[in-house]
């Protein structure tokens, strides 16, 4: 039990750590008063700073790059990313009206910051964090703490929202989604294809054109078919341990 708190424990620092780089971005551009898209390139700078500590850990030997996500792709890895296929039905709910272009500076901003905010956040939670609690985790304590982990460290995001059910519904998708993307890495040994649905799932939405009521009817939708993805997944996983 005391390793167990312990494997806890440190994936609970190292969610700490990957948290610090949106706060010290916020609180600077709050300080400093900057404009939307300046802000955006600002949190995009500290999410690519992000990665600077693994990428030490990596460089000075005391992690391999596959610990922290990179495993090289072979054949069997490429033919198990045909299962994330499925996942692409995720993207239609909140597209349906199509997409608004406030300005070329806010895309570019958007792609930028979500970018770095998809690697280094699958870097740390689907690739460090995990590193840890599978020394003394099963698989389904891994899915299940890194959920949780993840969930935990999006909570604070949440209560941007209007109301108590857009913070309810943003925590819950947040969990939700944490889940999908651990099951995902499992499968795939690869941190690559979480990723771009991450990347992709983060940048939609703030290019869409629904928002208020419908965009939250919208997010439900999307988060029921990404609940019955994941079970699906989570069939899949135990599928291939039982081989």
């Not at 072979?74 to 045909?82: I, P, Y």
């Not at 770095?116 to 389904?140: A, D, M, N, Q």
């Not at 993840?150 to 995001?157: K, L, P, Q, S």
Request: net charge positive; charged share 15%.
């Amino acid at each position: 039990m005391k390793y167990k708190v312990l494997a806890i424990c440190k994936s609970l620092l190292w969610c700490f750590v990957v948290l610090l780089f949106p706060i010290a971005s916020g609180t600077i551009s709050v300080i400093l008063a900057l404009d939307t898209v300046t802000t955006l390139f600002l949190q995009g700078t500290f999410m690519a700073l992000a990665l600077i500590p693994p990428t030490i850990f990596v460089f000075r030997g005391k992690w391999q790059w596959r610990e922290v996500g990179f495993a090289k792709f072979d054949f069997k890895g490429c033919k198990r990313v045909l299962f994330f296929i499925p996942l692409l039905v995720i993207f239609l709910p909140v597209a349906i009206k199509g997409f608004y272009v406030k300005s070329i500076g806010y895309v570019i901003g958007s792609l930028f910051l979500y970018l770095f905010v998809g690697i280094s956040e699958e870097v740390y939670f689907r690739g460090i964090i995990p590193r840890y609690l599978k020394e003394e985790f099963s698989t389904k304590g891994i899915v299940l703490w890194s959920t949780l982990i993840f969930g935990i460290g999006h909570v604070a995001t949440a209560f941007t929202g209007s109301n108590v059910f857009e913070i309810a519904l943003t925590v819950l998708n947040a969990f939700i989604f944490g889940w999908l993307a651990m099951e995902m890495t499992i499968i795939s040994s690869n941190i690559i294809p979480v990723f771009l649905v991450h990347f992709l799932f983060d940048f939609e939405t703030k290019i869409v054109v629904m928002n208020g009521k419908e965009l939250l009817i919208a997010e439900i939708v999307r988060g029921i078919m990404m609940f019955i993805i994941a079970s699906w997944f989570a069939v899949v996983i135990y599928k291939q341990r039982k081989r």
